[in-house]
């Protein structure tokens, strides 16, 4: 199950001296001469691009005031001047313009969407525009169903059912969920031969599942690497609990929030070779609050000791996967999440892949959280008997009911867009919007609007969908995609740490929390907005305001943060305790043992971002630099009727 694009990986570095060799993919295989050669010459290359754009990006500039900034065009003139080879990125700009007009039409700047996509605009509103001309009956209200050859909607239907019987044997799979199913496993590079796969109503659905079929009884311990608070590992941790299950979590030094290595490999150390496993080890690949991104031979040392191996690959970039080694790492379990349309709808499901070697150590559970993927016609199609119309009110109620009760769990008000733009939507805290969280929406999507596109016939009478996003990141590619994200969070990292306070101290205007200026950071950001007194701006009022400016951030929560002796003085000027009772947020729904951390405005770039969004968001902070913005939003905010924020 070799990767068919792992040859990409040695040309990913801009200047071509950063082979294969130096990802992380490589840096428990290679042996130790070659990786001692490769990794002096990657490193070398990662300090060069560092010092480029640190010297390319407003040198020897700091930026006082807000109306002193460049202009989106003089900053986009010196942005392809330190990186030149943006402009070899110009397609992802043509399909932007041409199926995913919604953000431009809008003027609206979506930085919270982390997942992949499924499907693009122009495939949306196609299908509406299709929908509009199909003709009703006199006796129904609702527009007439699509023939059966045809997949035009699809919504998620929740069941209860057992994890280990579904993964053995499966239920009835509609060729809607086939079809899917293949083009995801086939996107991801997943083999069919090694692992089983089920649709989850969320990225928290998906964790939780596993903790309730784990055999904790003779694997008891649960190991976790995340640097923020996360609902679905919460939610996990909690039903692991209940179970009998000990657990443990890595820690992050003060002030890069790298990995404590150190205690890491204690806690996954074993002094004793058993043959039985230690229990489950979960493992992000990358934050995606932070972008930190972690080494891969962590899942190496975890298998040697002897733990089953979950990844959570939902913050992976849309064609990671192809670097990601799958047949050398072969994880027990792997969660990924998709959404539909970026920048219109990010309702969507998850999907929990299980080796099909260790699905016979599960242990026969009753659970929630497994879905079907429903055909419209299931939904819309109303019977001649009354029989059949109560029926389907009935589960049109409990699926409200459903959604209405997974909505309450989510924390924090998280400003997504639906397709008229409105943000209704509400997520947790720390989690950027994807489908993983927003899967509970019963919103249904037409997939294509003329039948040779909606599916096609594969000799074995399968039927394929047509995921337009999917067949995009595809054509695209892992270079172009990662050098694309690459140029633009390095200049944005930049340009944010130019803006200073007007004061003789020059107080940075914000923080950044993790990497910094890094070749192989992550397209993700944690930041935080301090005022001219070294007082900190309350995340959820940056969102708000950047809300105001058609701009969706999110904002989460670091914790697990060690401080060694050197910042011990630090410790408790930085670290604040989690408000439950902020923004009515439901933080103790779970009953998470929340220790101290830190409260951060996050961002994320997805493959379809462009210059302007990282200037938008960059102009947007620059605000701050006025020491009455505030407050002037804040009467803006009364004077239309809308519910204040107190910093």
């Known amino acids: 199950m070799q990767s068919p694009c792992l040859k990409e990986v040695t040309e990913v570095c801009p200047s071509g001296c950063c082979s294969s060799r130096s990802s992380p993919l490589f840096r428990s295989t290679v042996s130790h001469d070659t990786a001692r050669k490769s990794g002096s010459t990657s490193a070398a290359c990662r300090r060069d691009f560092a010092a480029k754009t640190s010297s390319s990006i407003f040198p020897n500039t700091q930026f006082t005031n807000h109306e002193s900034i460049p202009s989106l ?5 010196d942005f392809t001047k330190a990186y030149p080879r943006y402009y070899e ?42 929908k509009q001309m199909v ?100 939610s996990m941790i909690n039903s692991s609990e209940k179970r009998g299950a000990q657990v443990m979590s890595a820690e992050f030094s003060w002030p890069r929030l790298r990995i404590q290595s150190e205690k890491l490999r204690k806690m996954i150390g074993s002094k004793k070779k058993k043959k039985k ?33 979950l990844v959570d690959a939902c913050a992976l970039g849309p064609k990671d996967m192809d670097s990601f080694g799958l047949s050398l790492f072969q994880p027990d379990f792997l969660i990924s999440s998709f959404y539909k349309v970026y920048g219109e709808n990010p309702s969507g499901f ?16 009753t659970s929630t959280g497994i879905v079907n993927l429903v055909p419209a016609q299931e939904f819309l199609q109303i019977g001649g008997e009354s029989s059949d119309t109560e029926v389907e009110e009935i589960s049109r109620l409990r ?24 943000p209704t939507k509400r997520l947790e805290q720390g989690e950027l919007s994807d489908s993983a969280e927003d899967g509970a929406n019963s919103e249904e999507l037409e997939i294509s609007g003329e039948s040779e596109r909606v599916a096609k016939s594969s000799k074995n009478g399968n039927q394929e969908v047509v995921c337009r996003s999917l067949d995009q990141v595809d054509s695209l590619g892992l270079i172009l995609i990662t050098n694309r994200a690459r140029y633009l969070i390095n200049w944005l990292v930049s340009s944010l740490r130019k803006l200073k306070h007007p004061t003789s101290e020059g107080v940075p205007l914000i923080r950044i929390y993790g990497p910094k200026i890094r070749y192989d950071r992550g397209p993700a950001l944690a930041f935080n907005v301090f005022d001219w007194k070294g007082e900190k701006v309350e995340p959820v009022l940056v969102q708000k305001l950047a809300d105001r400016n ?24 930085v670290l604040e305790r989690r408000d439950s009772g902020a923004n009515g947020m439901a933080a103790n729904k779970l009953k998470a043992k929340s220790g101290p951390g830190i409260s951060v405005v996050t961002a994320a770039l997805g493959f379809l971002s462009n210059f302007e969004d990282t200037y938008r968001l960059w102009a947007f902070v620059a605000q701050f630099l006025d020491a009455d913005f505030v407050e002037k939003e804040r009467w803006r905010y009364t004077a239309l009727n809308q519910k204040t924020i107190e910093v």
Request: proline residues 4%; hydrophobic residues 30%.
């Open 350 to 365: 998850a999907c929990l892949f299980v080796k099909k070697s260790a699905i016979p150590v599960l242990e026969a559970s």
């Open 73 to 77: 065009q003089k900053s986009f003139s």
């Open 89 to 130: 990125t110009a397609e992802v700009d043509q399909i932007r313009a041409q199926e995913y007009y919604h953000p431009t039409q809008s003027n609206h700047t979506c930085l919270d969407y982390i997942g992949i996509g499924l499907f693009s605009s122009s495939q949306l509103h196609k299908q509406e525009s299709s």
């Open 277 to 309: 496993k230690r229990g489950v080890f979960v493992f992000p690949v990358h934050s995606r609050v932070t972008g930190s991104r972690y080494p891969y031979i962590w899942m190496t040392i975890a298998q040697e000791n002897g733990w089953h191996v």
């Open 550 to 573: 058609n701009i969706s951030l999110s904002y989460g929560f670091l914790h697990r943060i060690w401080f060694s002796d050197k910042y011990a003085e630090e410790r408790g000027r």
């Open 399 to 422: 699926l409200q009911e459903d959604i209405l009760d997974i909505s309450r769990s989510f924390s924090g008000l998280i400003s997504n867009h639906s397709h008229r733009g409105t």
């Open 135 to 234: 003709p009703s009956t006199s006796t129904s209200l609702l527009p007439s169903p699509p023939r059966n050859s045809d997949y035009p909607f699809f919504s998620i239907s929740y069941k209860t059912g057992n994890l280990k019987t579904e993964l053995l044997h499966g239920g009835h799979e509609s060729e809607l969920e086939s079809g899917m199913r293949r083009r995801i496993m086939r996107f991801l590079n997943i083999s069919e031969n090694d692992y089983s796969m089920v649709f989850t109503a969320n990225r928290t659905s998906a964790f939780k599942l596993v903790a309730e079929s784990y055999p904790y009884k003779t694997s008891r311990k649960l190991l976790s690497v995340y640097d923020y608070e996360s609902e679905a590992v919460e």
